[in-house]
């Protein structure tokens, strides 16, 4: 009977109940929205970084810091037989040296990073460095990304001095041509490097058989004198900036929840003070204050819950569509974040029903705290119209 009463009650309201509902509704697809698309943003950056840096993980010697350069010319090591035996499918050695490049009559530091040619496992565009078949005694080929070249002012086609420091200590240089230049979409690998073959890396620098670390896409086991680098590890400073990120968001959901919670508060509210005369007629024919409240509390909570319907209703619309399009964060290309693409939403399940239960949860609450006052009236006064002021 309360059900009933408090349904056909709901509906009466018309407008308000309607916009009530809406507000709770696009309040749901907001905060879902919002979590899905950090969870999409988090899960292509991660996928950057693991196809084209991180693979299973790396091994490298224990002394080894990429944010100590001085150092890079002492910690290069000779693959074990466990990691040069690996098919190159499941291992991708890399050589990374300190060097210098003159374009524009300009000292350039730069990062020399020799790649295996027939290596499978990280996805890099070095087609161009594959198909180089001349001699390097003359020039040699490198391959810089987007970044790289609008700020040492270069193009596909130039030619500049490059120097190194061999693993003797003696200082040599050679032509450089840029055989190519191709957006990269991890920035670690555009920003200051210049990419060779492997091969050359290591001829023109007497490091026959060295490298500096071993990506590799599956843990090996222990391996002497080597530590393994976890993917957690490696992408250590993308996971922290993305739980930095989810603060805001969550700032931002409170937010939502908060107006949502207002709007319903302030109609729960409204009603009482305009049905005065009704719930004083209850109370006069004998219906206990607990029961009215019971009533209200229902007759809000319904607007709860149909906000659920109408979000699922509008969420699929909204999710669909942005799925079709994405997100375009080409504006983003010149930060450190690892994604050119668009981004596109990956809803979690649970996410969605937590959600839901703990906006539903809270209207409830908020629907049922301005109708505690009803236990408190007086009915002569409820039937005057003056029991709220």
């Known amino acids: 009977m309360i059900f009933k009463i408090a349904l056909k009650n709901f509906l009466r309201q018309g407008m308000r109940a309607f916009l009530n509902v809406l507000v709770t509704a696009l ?29 299973g993980g790396h091994y490298r010697t224990p002394e080894f810091d990429l944010l100590s350069p001085t150092e890079w010319e002492d910690q290069t090591f ?55 078949d001349g001699p390097i005694d003359d020039v040699i080929p490198i391959i810089i990304g987007k970044q ?3 700020k040492s002012h270069l193009k596909m086609g130039d030619y500049i001095v490059m120097r190194w420091r061999d693993r003797f200590g003696a200082v040599d240089a050679l032509d ?17 490097v210049v990419w060779m073959r492997l091969d050359h890396l290591r001829k023109i620098t007497h490091r026959e058989n060295e490298a500096s670390w071993v990506a590799v896409k599956n843990f090996q086991g222990a391996i002497a004198h080597m530590d393994f680098q976890a993917p957690e590890i490696l992408l250590k400073d993308i996971l922290d900036m993305i739980k930095n990120d989810r603060r805001f968001a969550t700032i ?30 209850l109370m006069a024919f004998g219906m206990p204050p607990a029961r009215i409240v019971r009533l209200f509390t229902v007759e809000g909570s319904l607007a709860a819950i149909s ?52 906006i539903v949860a809270i ?10 006052r009803i236990s408190k009236l007086d009915a002569t006064q409820a039937l005057r119209g003056r029991a709220i002021t």
């Open 148 to 150: 790289m070249a609008a």
């Open 27 to 55: 309040t749901m697809v907001a905060v879902v929205f919002n979590l899905s698309l950090y969870n999409g943003f988090l899960d292509q950056a991660i996928s950057n970084m693991v196809s084209t840096d991180v693979a």
């Open 252 to 281: 931002i959901w409170i937010i939502l929840i908060f107006l949502a919670g207002i709007s319903v508060f302030n109609t729960q509210y409204l009603n009482i003070f305009k049905r005065q005369r009704e719930i004083g007629t």
């Open 307 to 358: 906000a659920v319907g109408v979000a699922l209703f509008l969420g699929t619309i909204i999710f669909t569509w942005f799925q079709s399009v994405g997100l375009d964060i080409s504006h983003l290309s010149e930060s450190n974040i690892p994604i050119r693409e668009n981004i596109f939403l990956r809803i979690n399940p649970v996410e969605v029903v937590l959600t839901a239960v703990i």
């Open 176 to 192: 450089a041509h840029v055989v190519d230049v191709v957006p990269m979409i991890n920035v670690r690998l555009d920003e200051g």
């Open 78 to 132: 000779k693959p074990s037989d466990i990691l040069s035996s690996l098919p190159p499918s499941d291992k991708a050695e890399v050589l990374l040296l300190q060097g210098q490049i003159f374009p524009n009559r300009r000292l350039f530091p730069v990062q020399l990073r020799g790649m295996e040619m027939n290596q499978t496992l990280l996805d890099l565009p070095f087609s161009k460095l594959e198909e180089w």
């Open 363 to 372: 209207m409830i609450i908020v629907a049922w705290a301005p109708v505690r």
